[in-house]
């Protein structure tokens, strides 16, 4: 699903760019060229939840796998009561909730500072070093957290999703939600030092 053509990725040359359900409704027709798309727009954000949300990286591309499978079988029950992305996050953090479930009586490494390569020039190795530093910092503190404050800091940071999107992912009153990102990011105000808070 990842290697889809990429001229897919296109709107038709003149042609308005096709929404999240105008695509579901095409993939359940069987039209493969609509379900890659969907899939690609999704797909960055879907490992990064994953990659926040799990401890270490095994993990969290197992999710991701559970998850993009999980989604492609479950378009058909997708009832468009609520958007597709916020079904896809609410599909995925199942996912992710799933697999450390699976997982609690194993150890599990923080490996946050094995970030992905970008492509680009080459950083200045000491400018390199300091990112990773606070990257694997940044990271340990995230994963320090309890899941019931790392999901919904996770979806309203990494996924940029809204509160009532949140809300309705986690089964949570909007209220809950926003206390409990505040005290997540109260959390790792306290543990990164004096890194200013996320707005």
């Known amino acids: 699903l990842r290697r889809a053509d990429p001229t897919a990725m296109n ?26 798309l969907l899939l690609r727009r999704h797909h960055d954000r879907i490992v990064a939840v994953c990659r926040q949300l799990c401890r270490n990286r095994a993990d969290a591309e197992d999710a991701a796998q559970e998850a993009l499978i ?24 199942n996912s992710c909730l799933d697999e450390l479930r699976r997982r609690r009586r194993r150890p599990e490494p923080v490996d946050a500072d094995r970030a992905p390569e970008r ?13 990773r530093d606070l990257g694997a910092t940044i990271g340990a503190a995230v994963a320090g ?23 309705d992912i986690l ?13 997540a990011r109260a959390r790792l105000a306290g543990a990164l030092g004096n890194l200013e808070e996320p707005a």
Do not use: K, Q
């Open 11 to 36: 709107p038709p040359v003149g042609g308005p760019e096709r929404s999240d359900e105008e695509l579901v409704a095409a993939s359940r027709t069987g039209d493969r060229a609509a379900l890659e």
């Open 70 to 93: 999980a989604i492609v079988r479950g378009l058909d029950r997708f009832d468009g009561r609520s958007r597709f992305s916020t079904w896809a996050y609410r599909v995925t953090t």
């Open 119 to 131: 492509a680009g020039d080459a950083p200045d190795p000491a400018d390199e070093a300091a990112r």
């Open 145 to 167: 957290l309890h899941e019931e404050f790392r999901a919904p800091l996770v979806l309203r940071d990494v996924a940029d999703l809204d509160y009532a999107s949140i809300a």
């Open 171 to 183: 089964d949570l009153p909007p209220g809950t939600v926003r206390s409990r990102i505040a005290r």
